[in-house]
């Protein structure tokens, strides 16, 4: 939960903090109201109660204001988290199984678990000053003995969800990864929508409806869980509260103003019981948020042993030209070496990467993007790269590749980096668009270094 920290916290809490002190006040009004009914300071307590009612709604301008902060302040951070942890892991790209279990935390869950979050921190912390500052103003006011009372059902709250907790962790944690297999069963979804083959179709809807309803399941069986928690500690919480309540109003003969003020704040203690019930069933919920919080910070967590997602690379099948000479390498150490050689040399800036299929074409490409870093820029017709043009308008495969080649001419990234790593970068491409986009790889190749794999044989420039 500390990554949902940030500097615009602190303002939104003692906004509701302001806030619940306000309400508090009017239950302090209502009491000396009762107290003093008839009474010549009646209706200074009449006004200062109006007065509360009505200015209870400015803090909450405030407070909104500085939730909504938090919110895209925690969202940016842990987009940075996936930032600090894996960029610059192409490997991963590759990973079938990482990127099921991964990707959908970040272009989903993320947003989603940390708006559900704030809201329910937001509702959790107003309930609990409204119960707390009530109780204290109550207890102050009429006799401590709603205090005592109180602390009792408190008590048993504690011990219930310390006793149940592990078990609505686990519940949370199931139906989150169940609601991300969902989520990520989507993305080819759209696709085998809008072509429409039913072969595609069925084997989709088959895997969407399991999927589908295994999260349902989960769920149900996490609020479930969750409400019968809640019932359970509710009906055994309420019981001192209405034991002492019953003990005033049934006791010997009291002030007259004493019984209006208990009659009076009944509603108050009402609300009390309704809101210490919505703390019971937050605390339980607590629990599944922390957990899917948590989930969260795992799914952009750092790699241990990269090599776990790395694949293989069959070097006997792999071929690379460069100028009009065919080189073979043994191994990974030997064709950085050369490439390493061949950048700022004036010996050609083009090599060709060949190899038949599973031979680890792209792989390798991957290994040496990780190896150079930032001095490296990968590009591959099958990702979905972020680009300030291509990004944003509605072009054809063509269009697209020439737009972003065209943008990285434009950018001078030749100046800033010192190798292009080009994969398949003309998969799906008709000659003509092939030799125009050929040209701007050429500029890019003026200054630096371009190696390529490329789907169907071309000359190389």
Sequence with gaps: MNTLINKYCFPWLLSAVIQQLIVGSSTFFMIQLGLDLGGRMALVWLLGFVF??????????????????????????????YEENLFACPYLRTDRAYNSGHQAFFQNQTWLVINEAYDFLDDFVSLVLNVVINIA?????????????????????????????????????????????????????????????????????????????GARNAEIDFKLASNLLSLGIIAVSIIPITI?????????????????????????????IQHLSLVIEDLAAFLGIREKVRMLVKASGKIVDASCYQGDIDWSRLTFIHGHEERKFDSFDDCISFISSCIGSTTGNHMLLIGGNGAGKTTLLMKIKEFFGHDAFFYSNHLDLYFADSSNKEYSTGQRVRADMDELVEARLQKQVRLFLLDEWNANLDDQNQARIQEKIDKLAADSFVMEVRNKDIPLS
């Design 137 to 213: 103003v109550i207890s102050s006011a009429l006799t401590s003995q709603f205090l005592l009372a109180y602390l009792v059902s408190v008590f048993i709250i504690i011990i219930s969800i310390k006793f149940s907790g592990r078990t609505i962790a686990r519940k949370s944690a199931v139906s989150q990864e169940k609601q991300g297999r969902v989520q990520s069963i989507m993305f080819p979804g759209w696709d085998t929508i809008l072509v429409g083959n039913k072969y595609n179709w069925s084997l989709w809807k088959k895997e969407f409806n399991k999927s589908a309803e």
């Design 244 to 272: 002492v309540i019953m003990r005033i109003l049934f006791s010997e003969p009291q002030d007259t103003g004493f019984l209006t003020a208990i009659v009076v704040t009944l509603p108050r203690h009402v609300n009390n």
């Design 52 to 81: 509360s009612l009505v200015i209870v709604f400015v803090p909450r301008i405030f407070n909104e204001r500085f939730l909504v902060k938090a919110k895209y302040s925690a969202f940016k951070k842990h987009v940075g988290l």
